[in-house]
């Protein structure tokens, strides 16, 4: 593979879709971090521990929250479990305004359920079990098999869609609630389990480890939000920003609903190799030719990089684009390898 394809394919930029963030996933046990596995963490909640679970998955904005979530999704569509899940994303951050009230939260739910074709999924399990397919979560209990849209997925969403129109669900304020509680279980019933996850929340923070906090919607995204959701019987996972403790209502929230912590794992300082060659390695693998990183990489550039990732507050998806802006800046120079030069040109117009 040569520089221009790695340009083209964007090969070492942020992954952006979740089938991409499966596929290049590098598990913290790779790269030697020490501690309890967060992918084994959130596994043992979903599949081993009673619903409903509540829990946060906390890193700082970059670290990889929403890659360490989709990852543990793909690893769960590989276990052959008596009840399967059902994972619905709220994408949050980009619309703070259905925060303002308990009542356009579960609106929201509702609404993106309908837009789903009234199933409680907006997660492709069989998109993710592909992009994992060599690169999963240990379990000694997991055994592979294929997902697909079974016919009891047909018959709920079904039976949903009829209460849609026959009912008008999430129309009537009063009675939002009661709305979502009979989709619920619904999908219960259907022998699913429901999980949904509030992601994107790091929106609420401005960029840079002191950038100001967007304290109405976290509090409101707590207090109408999590609140409400956690007293449901869904396994609720909430992508958390370390400094959203500072805002009122959070901790008051988190203890009432006991939600422990599940952190996306640091990049350590001193390691050999260096984590970051572990993680472009991965990207190359899964989009190269058998090429060796250090055919498209120095060691000077990757080190660079790494001393990035710490400085930027762990914002992995940060350095990641400057990975893939100096792969721009050296290919534009007619180079065949990344160099120290071309990642600081990069940072420079960053």
Not at 97 to 125: C, Q, W, Y
Not at 211 to 238: C, F, K, Q, T, W
């Amino acid at each position: 593979m040569t520089l221009t394809a790695i340009v083209d394919r964007r090969t070492f930029d942020d992954a952006i879709t979740d089938e991409r963030r499966v596929r290049v996933y590098v598990d913290s046990g790779e790269l030697g971090i020490q501690g309890p596995r967060p992918e084994v963490e959130l596994m043992r909640a979903l599949a081993d521990a009673e619903p409903p679970q509540r829990l946060h998955v906390v890193g700082s904005s970059g670290a990889g929250k929403t890659s360490l979530i989709m990852k543990v999704m793909g690893d769960l569509a590989r276990r052959e479990l008596q009840t399967r899940h059902e994972v619905l994303v709220l994408r949050v951050g980009d619309r703070p305004e259905s925060l303002s009230s308990p009542e356009s939260v579960m609106k929201l739910v509702l609404d993106t359920i309908a837009v789903e074709g009234h199933r409680f999924s907006n997660v492709d399990p069989e998109l993710l079990l592909n992009a994992s397919a060599d690169q999963r979560t240990r379990n000694p209990t997991q055994i592979e098999h294929r997902a697909s849209l079974s016919a009891p997925v047909v018959s709920y969403a079904a039976s949903i869609r009829e209460a849609y129109e026959t009912a008008g669900l999430g129309q009537n304020p009063a009675r939002v609630r009661r709305d979502l509680e009979d989709v619920l279980r619904e999908v219960r019933d259907a022998n699913f389990r429901p999980v949904l996850v509030l992601d994107d929340t790091e929106k609420f923070i401005s960029p840079g480890p002191t950038g100001a906090i967007d304290e109405e919607s976290v509090r409101n995204l707590y207090h109408h939000g999590v609140r409400l959701l956690g007293e449901m019987p869904v396994d609720l996972i909430v992508a958390m920003h370390p400094r959203f403790e500072d805002v009122d209502q959070v901790s008051e929230v988190v203890d009432r609903l006991n939600m422990p912590w599940i952190s996306v794992p640091e990049l350590p300082a001193e390691a050999e190799p260096p984590p970051l060659q572990l993680i472009l390695e991965r990207r190359l693998q899964r989009d190269g030719e058998g090429v060796d990183l250090e055919a498209v990489i120095t060691a000077a550039a990757i080190e660079d990089l790494q001393v990035l990732y710490h400085e930027r507050d762990r914002d992995l998806r940060s350095v990641l684009k400057l990975a893939h802006a100096a792969a721009e800046r050296a290919s534009v120079r007619g180079a065949e390898c990344i160099e120290g030069r071309d990642v600081r040109a990069a940072l420079s117009e960053s």
